[in-house]
């Protein structure tokens, strides 16, 4: 199963995909926590990345690719894996097509703009392994702490309001057009993000053919 979650900032592809990797026993392929892992390590990546990200503006291109087509081509991808936040531009998933890679399904998580930007006011996430959380949707069990790897949770940079609105800005103009993209190849599922969590999965599982 290769499948692509795609969505607005705050749609909760991260949470999604974090349950959905866990039941299908493939890995998560999330850009964001690969770059944001870059920059905490300050690599030339990281480095570069780092600007553009602080904006909510997109990384280039070119740095996207090479790290995804590094990525994919590792073992634990053999069978499947789940994109998170990649592709984000026509050009990423014309690239994604050019190293022959055969998307099965897109997830288009749908949420209006003025939830999300109420909604990225509460998200935590885990400094270390990069799991979301949200104060009130999706609390940790111990406040400030990662279920997963017991790191502290911190706010992101660019959930600033003024962030979060220019990223969505971003999403509507460079990344929207991909659900017609991969409409036109017959692989578009829509699912509505603005309900409970375990609702958006069990729509999810239900679009992928493997709901009960
Ligand atoms: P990235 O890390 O990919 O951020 P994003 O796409 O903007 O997505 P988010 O992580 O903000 O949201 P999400 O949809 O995963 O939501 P989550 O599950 O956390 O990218 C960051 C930056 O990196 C980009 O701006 C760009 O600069 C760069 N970048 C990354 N990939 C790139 C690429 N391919 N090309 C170029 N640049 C790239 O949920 C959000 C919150 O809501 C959480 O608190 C969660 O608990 C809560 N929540 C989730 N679902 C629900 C629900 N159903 N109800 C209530 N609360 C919910």
């Known amino acids: ?33 690969m770059l944001r892992e870059a920059i905490q390590n300050q690599t030339p990546i990281g480095l570069e990345a780092k600007r553009f990200m602080d904006n909510g503006q997109l990384v280039p291109d070119d740095v996207i690719i090479g790290i995804v087509e590094e990525r994919v081509a590792r073992d634990d991808c053999r069978n499947g894996y789940i994109l998170d936040g990649v592709p984000r531009t026509i050009a990423q998933a014309e690239a ?14 749908e949420i209006e703009d003025a939830v999300i930007e109420k909604r990225m006011s509460g998200r935590r996430v885990c400094g270390r392994c990069g799991a979301s959380y949200h104060i009130t949707a999706n609390p940790p069990k111990t406040d400030g702490v990662c279920d997963s790897c017991g790191s502290e949770l911190v706010i992101r940079k660019d959930d600033r309001p003024e962030t979060v609105r220019e990223r969505l800005e971003v999403y509507h103009r460079l990344t929207e057009p991909l659900k017609g993209f991969y409409e036109a190849r017959g ?15 069990r729509e999810i599982l239900t679009a992928l053919g493997k709901g009960v």
Do not use: C, W, Y
């Not at 290769?2 to 999604?16: E, N, V, Y």
């Open 1 to 33: 199963m290769k499948l692509i979650l795609l969505g607005a900032p705050g749609a909760g592809k991260g949470t999604q995909a974090e349950t959905i990797s866990k039941e299908l026993g493939i890995p998560t392929i999330s850009t964001g926590n």
């Open 96 to 109: 994604l097509e050019r190293f022959g890679v055969t998307i099965d399904n897109v997830v288009s998580i």
């Open 187 to 201: 692989k578009l599922r829509i699912v509505n993000g603005n309900q409970p969590i375990e609702t958006v999965h």
